[in-house]
């Protein structure tokens, strides 16, 4: 999902162009500090979620294994993919050569994207297990405790085998200025291929479909718990707390879904942009210019903002991922 990190060199040129010279330090000093508060929010956030998971034997249930499994994905980012963006902002050709720069090279594209679709299937799975509570509450979950880790093995060879292509295609190129790590699509795959489909294709199956599909289902849950409750626990205490658990359980899954909407949405609207151009020069339509830059900005700031945004959300709507940090803290 962050192949636009890497086939927009030209449009990135042409945001520099944008800028006023004399602000570009400021801008600069600015991204430092929101990807430094990125890297520490997620690094911690993430790796609390899982500690709290693993030290705590009642929330050891399947949604939870699932956001657990999104965490480790989204230590993917603050890991391996945040340390070069900052390398980046202040390095104009790629940082090193030779075999280790052509690793770094794939790997910078290569692992976020796996992150990212690892992560919409945790989702896709989450929403699954709350249909199938609320709706279907009386029958055996569809996901149960035993074929979790499968689902979450899963999650990750389709990730993998979906963002392959990115070993094959991206590598350094060398120009007058220095090193630069560019997608050769049709080099690596021939001529007759695209990038641009490519791309569509991972949107659609991975981020608009699953999307669409959530929504249908966190409304029809939504539907499901304004017009009924549960036979035989509507004046049971046990069943009333079951109810209002599940609530808790559900605004916390939906918020995740749109944090992850919020994040990402955005930015795929600009990749597609940038990937079928309105001209033929391989650039933004010229029609956006200027004016669309800042949005393009945005969008790469909320993209990779997501992963400290997940477990931020996990924290403010789980009550007992919030117990769970207290008491993680006071044991320190």
């Known amino acids: 999902m962050s192949t636009m990190n890497t086939t927009t060199n030209g449009t990135h040129a042409h945001e520099s162009s944008c800028f006023d010279p ?8 600015g991204k430092i500090v929101a990807y430094c508060l990125f890297f520490v929010v997620s690094l911690a956030g ?35 993919v945040f340390p ?10 790629w940082p090193s050569s030779g075999a280790l720069g052509q690793t770094l090279c794939k790997l910078h594209v290569t692992l976020p994207d796996i992150s990212v679709v690892v992560s919409i299937q945790c ?18 979950p569809l996901i149960s405790s035993k074929l979790c880790p499968f689902f979450i093995v899963a999650t990750w060879v389709v990730a993998i085998i979906t963002t392959s292509p990115h070993l094959k295609a991206l590598t350094l190129v060398q120009y007058p200025g220095g090193l630069q790590c560019e ?18 294709a991972v949107y659609v199956i991975f981020l608009y479909i699953p999307l669409a599909s959530m929504a249908i289902l966190y409304s029809l849950i939504l539907f ?11 004046s049971d205490n046990a069943g009333k707390q079951r109810e209002k658990r599940d609530r808790h359980v559900l605004r916390m899954a939906i918020a995740i879904v749109l944090g992850f909407a919020i994040s990402w949405v955005p930015y795929s609207a600009v990749a597609l942009l940038t990937l079928f151009p309105g001209d033929n020069t391989g650039r933004l339509n010229s029609r956006l210019d200027c004016g669309f830059v800042p949005f393009g900005f945005i969008t790469r700031i909320l993209s990779r903002a997501n992963c400290a945004i997940s477990p931020c959300i996990c924290f403010i709507f789980g009550g007992n991922f919030r117990q769970g940090l ?6 320190a």
Request: net charge positive; glycine share 4%; proline share 3%.
């Open 46 to 80: 993430n790796s609390f979620i899982a500690i709290i998971v693993y030290k705590t034997k009642t929330m050891r249930k399947t949604i939870n294994f699932l956001i657990v499994n999104m965490a480790m994905s989204d230590l993917l980012f603050p890991i391996f």
């Open 22 to 29: 004399d602000n570009l330090t400021a801008g600069t000093i």
């Open 84 to 93: 070069s963006i900052l390398s980046e902002l202040e390095v104009i050709s």
């Open 123 to 140: 989702l896709v799975l989450i929403t699954v297990d709350r249909f199938s509570a609320v709706l279907f509450p009386l029958r055996s």
């Open 326 to 331: 207290r008491s993680l803290l006071n044991r």
């Open 224 to 234: 499901k718990l304004k017009s009924q409750t549960i036979p035989g626990e509507k």
């Open 183 to 200: 997608w050769k699509w049709k080099e690596a795959f021939g001529e007759s291929s695209s990038l641009g489909s490519y791309v569509l």
